[in-house]
């Protein structure tokens, strides 16, 4: 008999959350908007807040199937299984994405002599492994990670404000962009990376061990963890200022390093290497997993016989971009510019099939009576 993987409403909260912070404190996000930048994150957070709504909606719709399930089931087999067959190729290409961000955080930190190439490859047999043992593994990690990363971060804010590094009038003044800048720089770009990225959870929120949807759950943890991250954008602001925070490739690196000058301790850029590293591997892991279990659906194979050939594509695929500067610019550019189509397009037409074939139903129903 196959066995039922199911997780708990907790380890959603855990898994929303640690997917939700992955690289995003690394970068100031919103950044054309300046000091406004925490304003700018706030608008991409209510926006994908709206977002959230909708796809917790389409899911409250068809509560026993995935993504995969109601592409099919709304679009037809053939329509929907090669819809269901590109989602599938842009979560291993967003999984792509966090391998190398892995691999060149791990450069440029910890390990500048070793091979990239050695260091990706073991960020993936890592995922692999998790995926390998199954739903219950890549559901426990967050468990035991989140409260160490959100240990990390504590120690780190705390130690900037005792050390007066935290100057809040670097925010000021408030709204010094108009609106309409403000807005334009959180949509779709913020929107985009990383509140639209919930979308892989429309393939998670069926494992949810009770009957429904985790509606309440899922609003909690992305409220937490949108209000952490825009006060970790306004942070890396209020440390370097806006003009040095905009231009910085990782400043919240740089904002860690404003701290080398303490006497009992050194090299606390580690530690937020470390931290990154947990958020960027627990990404990495449910995309791929996401990716796998997508294809088990539509092809009906067992889910470790892809394990492999989607681990082998990720590892390969990140080797395409040529140094990091490629990599963040094709990332936080035409990248950002393809994800409004999986992440908003694609599911609003979802969602008119499914408004459309409930009112043809009740039409139905009524006409019969």
């Known amino acids: 008999m196959k066995k039922i993987e199911q997780v708990s409403g907790l380890q959603i909260v855990f898994m929303i959350m640690l997917f939700e912070i992955g690289s995003t404190p690394l970068f100031l996000l919103g950044g054309k908007a300046k000091q ?17 709504l909708l796809l917790l909606w389409i899911q409250s719709r068809s509560p026993k199937q995935d993504l995969m399930g109601m592409l099919t089931s709304h679009f037809g087999r053939i329509a929907g299984s ?6 599938c190729l842009y979560f291993a290409y967003q999984s792509m994405r966090n391998v190398r961000d892995l691999g060149e955080l791990t450069s440029l930190t910890l390990l500048p002599l070793t091979p990239m190439s050695l260091t990706m490859l073991i960020f993936v047999l890592t995922a692999l492994y998790a995926i390998w043992k199954g739903t219950e593994v890549v559901f426990r990690l967050p468990e035991v990670l989140l409260p160490l990363v959100m240990c990390f971060y504590f120690i780190i804010i705390l130690l900037l404000g005792i050390m007066g590094s ?3 009038t670097h925010l000021m003044p408030v709204f010094e962009s108009d609106l309409l800048t403000i807005i334009k720089t959180a949509i779709p ?4 990376f990383p509140f639209g990225q919930m979308i892989v959870f429309l393939m998670l929120w069926t494992l949810w061990e009770k009957p429904g949807v985790p509606v309440k759950n899922s609003l909690v943890a992305y409220i937490l963890i949108s209000i952490f991250l825009i006060f970790m954008n306004a942070l890396n602001v209020a440390v370097l200022g806006p003009q040095v925070a905009g231009i910085s490739q990782l400043p919240f690196l740089k904002v860690v390093r404003t701290l080398s000058h303490l006497k009992f301790i050194e090299r606390l850029d580690i530690l937020v290497t470390i931290q990154l590293f947990i958020g ?8 791929y997993f996401c990716a796998v279990k997508g294809l ?3 092809t009906n194979k067992p889910t ?4 492999f050939p989607v681990g082998a594509l990720i590892y390969g695929a990140s080797f395409i971009e040529r140094d990091y500067t490629q990599h963040i610019a094709f990332g936080l550019g035409p990248s950002l510019k393809i994800d409004p189509i999986f992440q908003v397009a694609l599911p609003l037409l979802l969602a008119l099939s499914i408004l459309i074939r409930g009112r043809k139903k009740s039409n139905s129903t009524t006409s019969t009576r």
């Open 36 to 52: 406004d930048s925490w304003l700018a994150m706030s608008f991409g957070s209510v926006a994908g807040f709206v977002l959230l």
């Open 82 to 87: 090669l819809i269901g067959g590109i989602y």
């Open 166 to 168: 935290l100057d809040f």
């Open 189 to 192: 770009d913020i929107v985009s």
């Open 280 to 287: 960027l591997l627990i990404k990495m892991m449910v995309f």
């Open 296 to 298: 088990t659906s539509l």
């Open 304 to 307: 470790k016989w892809w394990v």
